[in-house]
């Protein structure tokens, strides 16, 4: 308990930013072990949940988490429609009163018990960002087929060598960020989908940034259907090539 209270006198605070799409499966789960990963922990938290009008109900799940977990640790800040990852980021933003801001995926692909890793990677730093990495230590990914591991390596070796970001894993999205940071690289990040998460470690480069780094595991989606398709791997392309120009 002694060391509990001592993280909370800390007076750090953690947002976890939970964009949402038709994840009324996944969604009770992910917010379940958010919630036993702070407690355990002792951390400051805060969940905000950021819907974009998911049309199988996502939003009514996250109405009855919030009132099994309380409005002050459940924040629901819904969109009428998709609008984009990074705006999405920008939204939650904008209600968070954490100082750090953490972003990861609702779909179980993330596990929250790297959290506490996460942070104590930051302090141990001092840190602006900590980026999990599925390439690095004892980092990996697990459920993809081989087509997709052969998409992601691909993508990730490609992206190395253009432009030589200093990190590891550029399209991973679990990421902590100091919360003053995250606003400075969302403000110069004009990339959508996901070469945005690339992005903003190409950008966090540029203005001199100090990026930490912890492996994590990465396990495909539990329920629903991956939004990686074809126009994802073409605008991803297209992105990569404009930051590369630009960068």
């Known amino acids: ?49 950021i819907d974009d009008g998911s049309p199988d109900g ?7 988490l919030q009132k099994i977990y309380g409005s002050d640790k459940i924040l629901l800040r819904p969109r009428a429609k998709k609008l ?6 920008v939204h939650g933003m904008q209600h968070a009163t954490g100082n750090f801001i953490i972003i990861m995926d609702a779909d179980l692909s993330h596990h929250p018990k790297f959290i506490p890793e996460f942070i104590r990677k930051q302090k141990e730093g001092s840190y602006d960002i900590v980026s999990g990495t599925r390439y690095s230590g004892n ?10 591991k052969l998409i992601s390596r691909g993508a ?12 590891s894993d550029l ?6 960020y100091r919360k003053d940071v995250l606003q400075k690289l969302v403000e110069r990040c004009v990339s959508k989908g996901y070469v ?21 595991s990465f396990v495909d989606r539990v329920y629903g259907e991956s939004k990686l398709g074809g126009n994802e791997i073409v605008s991803f392309l297209k992105g990569l090539l404009t930051l590369f120009a630009t960068t």
């Open 84 to 89: 984009g990852l990074g705006t999405a980021y």
């Open 196 to 216: 945005f998460q690339m992005e903003m470690i190409v950008r966090a480069r540029q203005l001199n940034y100090t990026i930490g780094e912890v492996p994590i």
């Open 171 to 176: 399209t991973g999205s679990f990421r902590l």
């Open 1 to 49: 308990m002694a060391a509990s209270g001592n993280k909370r006198k800390s007076g750090d605070k953690y947002s976890v930013l939970l964009p949402t799409y038709n994840e009324r499966e996944n969604l009770p789960l992910i917010v379940w072990l958010l919630v036993r990963c702070f407690r355990d922990s002792g951390y400051n938290y805060e969940i905000i949940v």
């Open 58 to 64: 996502t939003l009514e799940v996250a109405q009855q």
């Open 156 to 167: 990730n070796f490609v992206t190395q060598v253009l432009l030589r970001p200093g990190a």
């Open 139 to 148: 980092g990996g990914v697990y459920g993809w087929d081989l087509k997709r």
